[in-house]
Each structure stands twice: as structure tokens, then as C-alpha cells.
């Protein structure tokens, strides 16, 4: 009850403090850009999170087969070369969690993945529906590039 007082005391209000930390966790890149130019013996994995309030502040990493972590923001997204075979992608935050799929070379796949915020931030990942997925996906942003994950160039910024 004090600190609560504190922070009204100092006419901080409440809403905006929740909405600066929620957005810290919100992907800020170029809008998404459908990768049309898949390499022949490639798949192509969009690995994504809707943007939604609950859980925003959280950011788990998403790591497909032994490359390197992708931190995946709330709105973000994060288009991955694989080459084709059994994938084993992983989403981590408080706990692991884990899908596996086939990729077929020159197949696009969506992976959704975020966290179960009242469940004190639970990683949660699902391979979607091409109809779903591309719809879920059009609405993210372009996370940074990871080193040591490949994926096309990133988008020139002007």
C-alpha cells in the first residue's frame, strides 16, 4: 500500500507506467514483407508473435535447431532459412517448450509463439495454418537480425 502511494504521490499515472513497460517489449522494425525468393534448397519459417497487451514486457527466445537465439517481441516476426528435414523449433522464457516439423525445400511455414501471461509467463508455440499463419504474420514488424541465423537481408530503412 505504501509504494502505492508512492508512485500516486508523485502523480505518475498508473495506465501510462503499465503501457511504457508493456511497450518496451513491442517489436519497432519495417512492417512485415513477404520473402518471395525462398533459395531452392531451402525452407522458409516465419516465426512470429501476434501483438497483444497481455504478457508484452515478457520476451522469450526462440531457437531454431542449434542456431542462435531470436528474441521474439510481441508484434515482431523473424523470417528463417532451414534447410529441409526434421526442424526442432523451441521457445523459451520461464520454462522450454518445443515443436517439431518436417520442411520441405521451397515450403513456407508459420510458427506462433508468445507467452501465457497469467501463467506467469509460460512459453507457448504452435505451428499454424498457412491461411492463419500468413494472415498473423502480415500484421507484425521485422525483428532485428540475429548473427549465425539466416534469413533474408534485412529491409534498407530510409
Known amino acids: 500500500m505504501i509504494i502505492v502511494k508512492k508512485v500516486f504521490g508523485k502523480g505518475i499515472n498508473l495506465g501510462l507506467l503499465v503501457a511504457a513497460?508493456?511497450?518496451a517489449g513491442c517489436?519497432?522494425?519495417p512492417a512485415f514483407k513477404?520473402?518471395?525468393d525462398i533459395p531452392a534448397d531451402k525452407a522458409?519459417?516465419?516465426i512470429y508473435r501476434p501483438s497483444v497487451m497481455h504478457g508484452a514486457a515478457l520476451v522469450p527466445?526462440?531457437?531454431?535447431?542449434?542456431?542462435?537465439?531470436i528474441?521474439?517481441?510481441?508484434?515482431?516476426y523473424y523470417p528463417v532459412f532451414a534447410a529441409p528435414g526434421e526442424i526442432t523449433v523451441s521457445i523459451i522464457h520461464t520454462s522450454k517448450r518445443s515443436i517439431n516439423l518436417s520442411a520441405k525445400a521451397g515450403e513456407t511455414y508459420y510458427?506462433?509463439?508468445g507467452?501465457?501471461?497469467?501463467?506467469l509467463g509460460v512459453p507457448s508455440i504452435e505451428l499454424m495454418k498457412a491461411d492463419v499463419g500468413s494472415a498473423e504474420v502480415s500484421e507484425c514488424k521485422r525483428l532485428p537480425e540475429v548473427a549465425g541465423v539466416p534469413g533474408p537481408s534485412y529491409p534498407a530503412t530510409a
Open 34 to 36: 513477404k520473402v518471395d
Open 115 to 119: 507467452t501465457v501471461f497469467m501463467a
Open 21 to 23: 513497460l508493456a511497450m
Open 111 to 113: 510458427v506462433k509463439g
Open 61 to 69: 527466445y526462440v531457437v531454431v535447431n542449434d542456431m542462435n537465439a
Open 44 to 46: 522458409l519459417i516465419y
Open 71 to 76: 528474441p521474439l517481441k510481441t508484434g515482431g
Open 27 to 29: 517489436a519497432s522494425g
